[in-house]
Nanobody, 118 residues
Framework: QVQLVESGGGLVQPGGSLRLSCTAS?????????MGWYRQAPGKERELVAR???????MYADSVKGRFTISRDTAKNRMYLQMISLKPEDTAVYYC???????????WGQGSQVTVSS
């Protein structure tokens, strides 16, 4: 089992910055391969924002390239999403996820509200 706890959401003005954190715990945390972030805006489907593999490769949605940076501290079982130049359309609930290598089980965080508004 893996438990994911998120922190760092909030209200920010357009052009501002926020950093989300996701901390993994549980006995399967050492088997996590891929970690990433999805988001879901009101009335829209959940979309992949960014992901980070164990080996260090990353991918980003086109809508956040150049503005968001995903990083991972394996020693602390923690993942971050640094968001800059935030736009109102970035407003959503952000969910971290983790997928284990062996069983391919997927685990989710509780969700963090990010609101970009003046």
């Amino acid at each position: 089992q893996v438990q994911l706890v998120e922190s760092g959401g909030g209200l920010v003005q357009p052009g501002g910055s926020l950093r989300l954190s996701c901390t993994a715990s549980g006995r399967e945390r050492f088997n996590i391969g891929i970690m990433g972030w999805y988001r879901q805006a009101p009335g829209k489907e959940r979309e992949l924002v960014a992901r980070h593999s164990r080996g260090g490769s990353t991918m980003y949605a086109d809508s956040v390239k150049g503005r968001f940076t995903i990083s991972r501290d394996t020693a602390k079982n923690r993942m971050y999403l640094q968001m800059i130049s935030l736009k109102p359309e970035d407003t959503a609930v952000y969910y971290c996820y983790a997928r284990t290598d062996i069983s391919s089980e997927v685990y989710w965080g509780q969700g963090s509200q990010v609101t970009v508004s003046s």
